[in-house]
């Protein structure tokens, strides 16, 4: 794998983040424009397998967004919005091309395959396969029945599961929030790639506290 890096510390990703978009030239977007009543949250793959310092697919700068998101699921559910978990997991008959471009599978059952943080007794966790967390799951039938038209995105890996899923959900018409400081990978580079590709066609780069203070609470 390509060498890791940290460029995400406690208590600094946001203005990590925010140094790291303001190099991608990207347009500032006010659109879409955020309607709380409307909007989910999706945490992706938050599981020991990176979050696990001993683990070989372990992401450096993971740890450094797990307070904002903790945070911010709490503001959902505190605005009785959704809150969803996606867990992936492969076996060798559903892990299709995964299984010959990466090292080892996430395999069901085992401690790696576990949430690495809780999630509430309210929340959803959907298993998925693929990066794409609509792909052969319910996710997007459990969004439409919560009249969710809008996502915030956060969790690892960004250039992988993250952008893929933010992808798929504008590809069937959910207005995308990508959380800039929610979010993290192996590299600054591969972050940065993500977002630059999301900024610019699929999705409006947001921060933790941003989307606090859109759905009513500061901090």
């Given at each position: 794998?390509?060498?890791?890096?940290?460029y995400?510390?406690?208590?600094?990703?946001?203005a990590?983040?925010?140094e790291m978009?303001?190099?991608?030239?990207l347009p500032v977007?006010t659109?879409?424009?955020f309607?709380p009543?409307?909007?989910?949250?999706?945490?992706?793959?938050l599981?020991?397998?990176?979050l696990?310092?001993?683990?070989?697919?372990?992401?450096?700068s993971?740890?450094?967004?797990?307070p904002?998101l903790?945070?911010?699921?709490?503001?959902?559910?505190?605005?009785?919005?959704?809150?969803?978990?996606t867990?992936?997991?492969?076996?060798?008959?559903?892990a299709?091309?995964?299984?010959?471009w990466?090292?080892d599978?996430?395999?069901?059952g085992?401690?790696?395959?576990?949430?690495?943080?809780?999630?509430?007794?309210a929340?959803?966790?959907?298993?998925?396969?693929?990066?794409?967390?609509?792909?052969?799951?319910?996710?997007?039938?459990v969004?439409?029945?919560?009249?969710?038209?809008?996502?915030?995105?956060?969790?690892?890996?960004a250039h992988?599961?993250?952008e893929?899923?933010?992808?798929?959900?504008?590809m069937r018409d959910?207005?995308?929030?990508?959380?800039?400081?929610?979010?993290?990978?192996?590299?600054?580079?591969?972050?940065?790639?993500?977002?630059?590709?999301l900024?610019?066609?699929?999705?409006?780069?947001?921060?933790?506290?941003e989307?606090?203070?859109?759905?009513?609470?500061?901090?």
């Open positions: 794998m390509t060498d890791k890096e940290s995400f510390f406690l208590g600094s990703a946001a990590a983040a925010s978009i303001s190099g991608l030239s977007r659109r879409p424009v309607r009543e409307h909007a989910a949250l999706l945490l992706l793959d599981q020991r397998y990176f696990d310092p001993s683990s070989h697919a372990f992401i450096p993971a740890a450094a967004i797990l904002g903790r945070n911010l699921a709490a503001v959902f559910r505190r605005r009785d919005r959704p809150v969803i978990w867990r992936h997991g492969n076996t060798p008959d559903d299709g091309r995964m299984a010959d990466w090292k599978l996430i395999r069901p085992t401690p790696e395959h576990a949430l690495g943080l809780d999630a509430d007794s929340d959803l966790v959907i298993d998925k396969t693929r990066y794409d967390a609509f792909q052969d799951t319910p996710l997007e039938s969004l439409r029945s919560n009249h969710a038209e809008q996502v915030v995105i956060g969790g690892v890996a992988l599961c993250c893929t899923t933010a992808r798929a959900a504008f959910f207005d995308v929030f990508f959380l800039a400081d929610g979010s993290a990978d192996f590299t600054r580079a591969f972050h940065a790639a993500a977002m630059l590709n900024g610019h066609g699929f999705a409006r780069l947001v921060f933790v506290k989307v606090s203070a859109l759905l009513g609470e500061a901090g």
